[in-house]
């Protein structure tokens, strides 16, 4: 029996974010490391690399940090949201190109040991197709850039956080 005077248990931590989850920066850079090695060999996506910078990696590795809930480098550092969009203004990206974009992003992720956890995943995987999807409406003729446009966050979505059974 408790009594009218005791407190109630604290409320649980909150999930930590899907960056800290998936290991924090170093696993987002060897992620994006990974993945653009692949995209230099690949028939469909190397043609549309074929200038990018030794830096891209880096830079997308912390776009994608920032979405994911880690430090706002990307924000400070290139401009947010909306010089992304500026990076695929009229370059035609295809749905077969955006698909194998993805698959090829997640080949790198079971390689490198990012979390491979059903909840993780799905979250990961929703943000993978959201972005691309728009990647591809933003590389369309007639496509502009809103300087407003906030960055997006993605979270754990339905599932609310990690499975821990």
Do not use: C
Not at 67 to 88: A, D, N, Q, S, W
Not at 119 to 128: C, G, I, Q
């Amino acid at each position: 029996m408790t009594s009218a005077s005791s407190t109630p248990p604290p409320p649980p931590p909150p999930p930590p974010t899907l960056y800290e989850w998936a290991g924090g920066m170093p696993a987002i850079e060897r992620l994006m490391d990974a993945f653009y090695r692949k995209v230099r060999q690949d028939a469909v996506l190397a043609p549309i690399f074929a200038h990018m910078s030794d830096e891209h990696p880096r830079h997308v590795a912390h776009f994608v940090a920032e979405v994911l809930g880690g430090p706002t480098l990307y924000t400070k550092e290139r401009g947010g949201h909306p010089h992304m969009i500026t990076r695929h203004l009229d370059r035609h990206l295809t749905q077969p190109q955006r698909a194998q974009w993805v698959r090829l992003l997640l080949e790198s992720a079971d390689e490198v040991g990012v979390p491979d956890d059903p909840e993780f995943r799905s979250a990961l995987v929703a943000y993978l197709e959201w972005g691309s999807r728009l990647a591809v409406l933003n590389s369309q003729p007639g496509a502009s850039v809103d300087p407003g446009a906030p960055m997006p966050h993605w979270g754990w979505g339905v599932p609310g956080g990690p499975y821990r059974g």
